[in-house]
């Protein structure tokens, strides 16, 4: 079974800084491609970023320059690093993993966690 676990996330002021966590389990290969989306109250899933299975990266314009992700297949976790937070990133942010379909939205990927919450304040 494919599990996966985010944290850290929290309440931080305008322009602090917050990293994200998600601990994959349960994948049977190697090859596979994963990404973080998120969902604030009444208000659509955004993509926020995601790497494909080459390695390959793609970032949502409403975060480029702030939020940086990567991964580590040894330990099957990735990370989400975000500074500069701004109130509009305040959102329920989940990871995601899909073993073939790397170019459809990550909130459409066949496994997704439970969610971290991050709330910034101003």
């Known amino acids: 079974e494919v599990q996966l676990v985010e944290s850290g996330g929290g309440s931080v002021q305008a322009g602090e800084s917050l990293t994200l966590s998600c601990v994959v389990s349960g994948l049977t290969q190697s090859s596979y491609c994963t990404g973080w989306f998120r969902q604030a109250p009444g208000k659509e899933r955004e993509e926020v970023a995601k790497?494909?299975?080459?390695?390959?990266?793609k970032r949502a314009d409403s975060v480029r320059g702030r939020f940086t992700v990567s991964r580590d297949k040894a330990k099957g976790a990735l990370y989400l690093q975000m500074v500069s937070l701004q109130v509009e990133d305040t959102a329920m942010y989940y990871c995601?993993?899909?073993?073939?379909?790397?170019?459809?939205?990550?909130?459409?990927?066949?496994?997704r966690g439970q969610g971290t919450q991050v709330t910034v304040s101003s």
């Open positions: 790497i494909y299975a080459g390695g390959a990266i």
């Open positions: 995601a993993v899909d073993l073939f379909r790397c170019y459809i939205p990550v909130d459409e990927y066949a496994y």
